[in-house]
């Protein structure tokens, strides 16, 4: 009876942990993006993400915005303003964007 209890035990935790990793995004079609709904900070700029677009603000005031796309943990973020686009890596708690190191809030 142990054993069938142990068994069961196992089976249970089989099952959470496969459902765990099959609803996990992996960045391929379809999902939500892990930038979206995000707020990074340098000083005194926030720039948030919400996609697929993105703000940098200053004070509360709107200086710069654009668009974004994320693949395979690369960031590319378009700059409207100047036509130019950079592509970048998230550093876990940590994007450089322009010279400029946002930390995630």
Do not use: H
Request: proline share 2%; with cysteine; glycine share 14%.
């Amino acid at each position: 009876m142990k054993n069938l209890y142990k068994l069961i035990g196992i089976i249970a935790l089989v099952a959470v942990i496969g459902f765990s990793v099959a609803s996990c995004n992996k960045g391929g079609g379809g999902g939500k993006d892990a930038l979206s709904g995000t707020t990074w900070k340098y000083d005194d700029l926030v720039l948030t993400f919400k996609s697929p677009n993105w703000t940098i603000k200053q004070n509360g005031k709107e200086i710069i915005k654009g668009t974004y796309t994320i693949s395979d943990g690369q960031v590319t973020i378009s700059f409207p303003d100047k036509g130019t686009t950079e592509t970048r890596s998230i550093a876990g708690e940590t994007l450089n964007i322009s010279g400029f190191t946002f930390k995630k809030q």
